[in-house]
């Protein structure tokens, strides 16, 4: 079993909508969680994170956490042209973050 | 606040030789993660650095080492290149120890022909 999964997509949504990105894990003891964007060409970007059961909100992104069932969730609201990327979760129990290896959003202007 | 970086940003070497990858970590920072990312294998760890010394290493052959100086500054060096060792390189620097946030320089683009 891979230690953290994504739907690798792509998931297409229209401009404005929300996109739901999903990730779950397999190592119950796990302490932290992590969203990173990477576009095309670049470095992963820290864009969420959190810590605790339930949701966590920033601006147009909302992370949610879910221990009992494993797994952590991103959604984007109000999804632009700009958010097409590649989201990419990662979880740590100690160190190292273990990645998924990313799930791919195009928001379809 | 300055970011993490790394250079050089592009590299092309030939088979059998070796290569040192330099990062500097955000201020302040003190942690160092060296990670390879390819298309299959997404992003892989190969080692964390703290205080000079090494406290985690991946899965990968004694052909990749690296090192932290006092000023938290690291290079990871591979010997003897292969052709699998092509990917992009990326360093990621945090506060401390621990399961904190990561935040990652623009890496290094290996090619190795």
């Known amino acids: 079993q891979k230690e953290v999964e994504q739907n690798s997509g792509p998931l297409s949504v229209p401009e404005g909508a929300i996109a739901s990105l999903n990730c779950t894990y397999s190592d119950r003891g796990s302490q932290s969680f992590f969203w990173y964007r990477q576009y095309s060409g670049k470095s992963p970007e820290l864009i969420m994170f959190?810590?605790?059961?339930g949701d966590k909100e920033d601006g147009r992104f909302t992370a949610q956490l879910n221990k009992a069932s494993q797994y952590v969730s991103l959604l984007i609201r109000d999804s632009q042209p700009s958010d097409s990327a590649t989201y990419l979760c990662a979880v740590n129990k100690n160190t190292p973050l273990v990645f998924g290896k990313g799930t791919r959003l195009s928001v379809i202007a | 606040k300055a970011g993490v970086t790394q250079t050089p940003r592009y590299l092309i070497k030939t088979r059998g030789q070796q290569v040192t990858l330099s990062c500097s970590p955000i201020s302040g920072h003190r942690s160092v993660s060296w990670y390879q990312q390819t298309p299959g294998q997404g992003l892989q760890f190969l080692f964390e650095y703290f205080s000079e010394t090494q406290r985690n290493k991946g899965n990968f052959p004694g052909r990749f080492s690296g090192r932290q100086f006092s000023n938290s500054r690291s290079e990871m060096n591979v010997s003897t290149l292969e052709l699998g060792d092509s990917a992009l390189y990326l360093c990621?620097?945090?506060?401390?120890?621990?399961?904190?946030?990561?935040?990652f320089g623009p890496g290094t683009r290996l090619t190795v022909t």
């Open positions: 990621a620097s945090s506060l401390v120890r621990g399961p904190y946030e990561q935040y």
């Open positions: 959190i810590y605790s059961n």
